[in-house]
């Protein structure tokens, strides 16, 4: 007998280290299943992000310019950061935790169902009051997010445009005013947290409750069952149990609400960008997309950026291959208007633009640009360097072309004194370099791009006398052959064009040469007059000093 005990206690303890055994490579397997989740989960949630975030880009750089007359850089960027870090919350935490929180859901009521459906359906009295609380907090939550997303973007809207103005903000000392209007935003998005707050607060609590509720009606409807031997304790304390693996999922998938509230509210915006049309693009099949001649004609064109409020009326107009022209007028009488029409930035209303004879809404918008070359007066630089804002990331630009294109507007002569030249970095925005310095830059682009169409846009009025006189040759030089577009406050600049078009509200008031528009003594030969006595007594105050 004591051989026999001795034995069973072996096996008895045997039984233990086997079972001991199973629940540490269960805990083993676990822990790698685990690994194998969360690592596939956050390359998911990262892959999603860098998709999201490369279609934004590209939506943004592609879409019509129109979109950004309305819409804040500030908001946009939003889109692209905080919009898009809480869809990738919603892939790594919260559509598998849900799902697996579902499966246990699914689990434990029908293991409820199968033990006693009586006092399974007991348990489930309280799901309409759960129901119920669920909308409301649905509701409440959402527009809650909806709050906090808009008062975050326009945030950094503010931030972005007082960053980006800072000199303005200390030169006219508002600095004490923007603090003001930024804590009342910051404000408005700390009110819209709370408000948002208030359904959590109240929404967790009232599901304790609930599920208090539902295990209170199990103990009632139970307990008289078992008094009654109609089902055993060992019954009700298995459903009591189950009950509790069945709420716990609940107050999960309560708490990982928040996530699904705000993964919601983030692709309601993120995909409506990525839903807008482009107002502005190629046609399926382009009439033209070669490289242009340089023949312009606008015909009866009518277009206004709101409305019917006419920044161009009726204007008609052509220039031949390789022809210069020159647009004078007031200050919002559609100068800048035209060029943005020609390269299709926006469309018309009324009327036609050809080039070559073809309407440029028929030509390849991609081929249709690459025929034009910009100089504006507000010279955009990126980081990098020197040559990269010469080449643009146009590989077939070579070297000595950025060399060439650089001596031609006299751009190497400070380049070259330059640390390392070329190669020398280039801060945000230009940070660093002159006004007239990036404008030399952005001559040197133009022309390294070998465009049919050159366009300058007050290029030349940050350039000092003694720079402009240097590379005025240049300019005729390219401008030699090619259509040449030229937008100009100061007439001088202009004498040598072969035609110049005087545009008044919008409408062609005059047209022809520098000496014709003189003759006709109308709105171009007051122009002359003005400058020409401007500068006269300029020059003489000078002078006197």
């Known amino acids: 007998p004591a051989s026999e005990g001795r034995l069973q206690a072996q096996t008895a303890f045997d039984g233990v280290l086997w079972l001991s055994l199973v629940y540490l490579l269960s805990m083993a397997v676990t822990l790698g299943i685990g690994y194998f989740q969360d690592v596939l989960l956050n390359t998911i949630g990262q892959r999603v992000m860098y998709d999201l975030r490369a279609e934004i880009f590209q939506k943004l750089q592609t879409i019509e310019i129109a979109f950004y007359d309305h819409n804040p850089v500030g908001r946009l960027i939003t889109r692209l950061t905080t919009d898009v870090d809480s869809l990738n919350e919603l892939f790594t935490s919260g559509i598998v935790e849900v799902l697996g929180d579902l499966v246990l859901i699914v689990g434990a009521l029908g ?130 149990q189950y009950t509790q693996r069945l709420w716990q999922p609940i107050q999960d998938i309560s708490d990982k609400y928040n996530v699904l509230q705000a993964a919601v509210v983030a692709s309601e915006r993120v995909f409506k960008l990525l839903d807008t049309p482009d107002a502005i693009a190629s046609p399926e099949q382009p009439a033209a997309q070669q490289r242009a001649e340089g023949c312009i004609e606008f015909r009866n064109v009518w277009f206004a950026y709101k409305g019917e409020e006419w920044v161009l009326k009726d204007v008609s107009f052509s220039v031949a291959p390789g022809e210069s022209v020159a647009f004078v007028g007031a200050t919002g009488s559609g100068k800048t208007t035209i060029t943005n029409l020609l390269m299709r930035f926006y469309d018309i209303q009324r009327g036609a633009i050809l080039l070559d004879g073809v309407d440029i809404r028929e030509w390849d918008l991609r081929k249709l640009r690459e025929n034009f070359a910009v100089v504006l007066q507000d010279v955009f630089l990126f980081s990098g360097d020197i040559a990269g804002n010469i080449r643009l990331g146009n590989n077939a630009i070579s070297d000595e072309r950025i060399r060439w294109a650089a001596r031609e507007v006299r751009a190497s002569d400070f380049i070259n004194q330059l640390p390392t030249q070329f190669n020398t970095p280039v801060r945000e925005r230009g940070a660093g370099l002159s006004v007239g310095q990036k404008q030399l830059i952005s001559f040197a682009r133009a022309l390294a791009f070998d465009p049919r169409i050159l366009i300058l846009d007050e290029a030349t009025s940050s350039i000092d006398t003694e720079t402009e006189q240097l590379i005025q040759a240049a300019i005729e030089t390219v401008m030699n052959q090619r259509t040449s577009l030229v937008i100009a406050h100061r007439l001088s600049t202009i004498q040598r064009v072969d035609k110049i078009i005087v545009l008044h509200k919008g409408e062609i008031r005059e047209a022809g040469s520098h000496q014709e528009l003189l003759a006709q003594r109308g709105i171009y030969h007051r122009l002359y007059q003005l400058q020409y006595k401007e500068e006269t007594a300029v020059a003489a105050h000078a002078a006197a000093d």
């Open 111 to 240: 293991m409820m169902f199968y033990f006693n459906w009586q006092l399974a359906l007991v348990s489930l009295t309280v799901v309409p009051l759960l129901i119920a609380a669920t909308v409301w907090f649905r509701k409440g939550a959402r527009e809650g997010f909806r709050q906090v997303r808009t008062k975050i973007a326009r945030l950094n809207a503010f931030t972005q445009e007082h960053i980006a103005g800072a000199p303005v903000v200390q030169l006219f000392n508002r600095e004490a005013k923007a603090l003001e209007q930024f804590s009342e935003i910051n404000a408005a998005h700390r009110q819209a947290n709370i408000d948002t707050i208030f359904y959590y607060a109240v929404f967790y609590p009232l599901v304790n409750l609930i599920s208090a509720l539902g295990i209170a009606a199990i103990v009632w409807y139970g307990g008289g069952q078992v008094i009654q031997n109609a089902i055993t304790i060992g019954t009700l304390v298995a459903f009591l």
